[in-house]
């Protein structure tokens, strides 16, 4: 299964951009981008290519999400090694 992360631009340099994505910088190719990016937009980024801009709101929203999931699975990994 593959994933598609909204990043935060947070520098260009031609055709990169490094990119925030929850605390983690990354460099992504704009390469295949359809117009030009910003600082401070966001992108979605699969396979180290920003794919698609996307507004902040549904961004942030779907980061939320990431985020809860991340956690839940931290406490089952817990619950698992109490259990061993």
């Known amino acids: 299964m593959c994933l598609a ?3 935060k ?9 490094t ?3 929850m605390g983690l910088r990354k460099q992504v190719s704009l390469m295949l981008l359809p117009e030009e990016p910003k600082i ?10 920003a794919i698609n801009k996307m ?3 549904e961004a ?3 980061l939320k999400i990431f985020e809860k999931i991340f ?3 931290e406490e089952q990994e817990k619950n698992w ?4």
């Open 60 to 62: 942030e929203e779907a």
């Open 55 to 57: 507004e902040p709101a």
């Open 81 to 84: 090694q109490t259990e061993a």
């Open 19 to 21: 990119v925030d994505v």
């Open 71 to 73: 956690r839940e699975m």
């Open 40 to 49: 401070g937009e966001y992108v979605l980024v699969h396979a180290g290519f």
């Open 9 to 17: 631009i947070v520098e260009i340099d031609g055709y990169m951009a």
């Open 5 to 7: 992360v909204p990043s």
